[in-house]
Each structure stands twice: as structure tokens, then as C-alpha cells.
């Protein structure tokens, strides 16, 4: 495919929009796009560049050989207001779903999430992570070298577990259910402490 600047911009974007805090290596844009590393590098660079501008609220970074995009450091104070809301305010039937796989079945990536869901789960998965319930816990290994997501002290905490071995334990042969399962396990836990906070 013969594309301008601009277009390959527009699709590099894209791809990075979907890949999300994964983000995606130099490799994976040249074997996705079907192009030259240096011409990947002159629209990522390019691409980059745009970004800076003051007007625009992300950026293009590479970290660890992986290219994402990410907000802005000096608007962080707004970001923290944002994400700074309470757990007890809520969590979403997805966020419940992607909070009870990442419990059973940590450590794991986004990419095996969406696998158990069905789903895409990246606004589900930065809602946890900003409420502090899940965290980075490292990378997996092989291409892409994905985050790998685990519970935190304050998802114990915040259940009354104290350690994640006391999570309740999921009837056998549940593979079809499983996500059901333990967002209803979550659920009840979830309003058992909601109520008990609001008394």
C-alpha cells in the first residue's frame, strides 16, 4: 500500500490506541504495517513530534523497546482529581468482571483478560488500577514483553482478605461460567462492603 505522511500517521495512531499500555515494539510495526524500520522510525518520530505540540494531551513515548501512548506529566494534577474517586462509588459490571479474573487467575495480561471476557477490557483494567486494586507486577516474556497485572494490599484490604489465598473457592468444571462466577462472588462481596461502610 502506497500511503502519505499523514495517513500512515493516522493508522500508527491507531494501532497504538488499540495496543494500549502494552504498547507495540518497532518489530510489531513494521511486520503490522509492511513496512522498512526506517521508514517506521520517520513516522513514529514524526508522529512523536506532533504530539509535543502544547495543544495536543498526549504523548508518544518508548519504554523498554516499546512504543505507547501516554498523557502528559504536567497534567497530572487533573488526571489524580479524576481518579481520585472513591472505591465505594462503584465499579462497573465490567470492572467487577476484569477485578475477579485478574484475583483467580494473576499474574496476567490484558490480552489474556480480553481472552476469558470476550472483550476489550483496557477501560476496565485503568479504572482498577487507578482505584488501586490491581497493579503492574512485571512483564511477561516473548514479543511485546506485555504487563502483567496482580492484585494490590489495598484489593485485600479493601475485601478483608488477608492474604488472596482466602478468595472463595470456585466450583470445579466452571470453565463456561467463569467470568459470571466469580463477578458474582465479587458482586455480593462488593455490596457487602458498600453497605457495611455506609452504616
Known amino acids: 500500500m502506497s500511503f502519505g ?3 500512515w500517521k493516522s493508522i500508527l495512531e491507531g494501532l497504538l490506541f488499540a495496543a494500549g499500555d502494552e504498547g507495540l515494539s518497532l518489530k510489531q510495526l513494521t511486520s503490522v504495517l ?3 524500520e526506517p521508514v517506521a522510525l520517520e513516522i513514529i518520530e514524526d508522529l512523536k513530534q506532533e504530539y ?3 495543544e495536543r494531551g498526549l504523548m508518544l513515548i518508548e519504554v523498554a523497546g516499546v512504543y505507547q501512548l501516554t498523557t502528559k506529566k504536567e497534567h497530572a494534577p487533573y488526571l489524580k482529581r ?12 465490567a470492572a467487577l468482571e476484569t477485578l475477579a479474573i485478574v484475583a483467580y487467575r494473576q499474574p496476567i495480561t490484558r490480552m489474556e483478560i480480553e481472552e476469558i471476557r470476550g472483550v476489550k477490557s483496557e477501560r476496565p483494567i ?3 488500577v487507578a482505584k488501586g486494586l490491581i497493579q503492574d507486577v512485571g512483564r511477561r516474556e516473548g514479543a511485546g514483553r506485555a ?4 492484585t494490590t494490599r489495598e484489593f485485600l484490604e479493601y475485601f478483608g482478605l488477608k492474604t488472596i489465598d482466602e478468595l472463595p473457592a470456585l466450583a470445579e468444571n466452571l470453565e463456561e461460567d467463569f467470568v459470571q462466577e466469580e463477578a458474582d462472588l465479587f458482586f455480593e462481596k462488593f455490596q457487602e462492603v458498600e453497605t457495611s461502610g455506609k452504616q
Open 5 to 7: 505522511i499523514i495517513e
Open 34 to 36: 509492511e513496512i522498512d
Open 52 to 54: 509535543s505540540k502544547k
Open 82 to 93: 479524576l481518579v481520585e474517586s472513591p472505591v465505594n462509588q462503584g465499579l462497573s459490571q
Open 126 to 128: 485503568q479504572t482498577l
Open 147 to 150: 504487563i502483567l497485572y496482580g
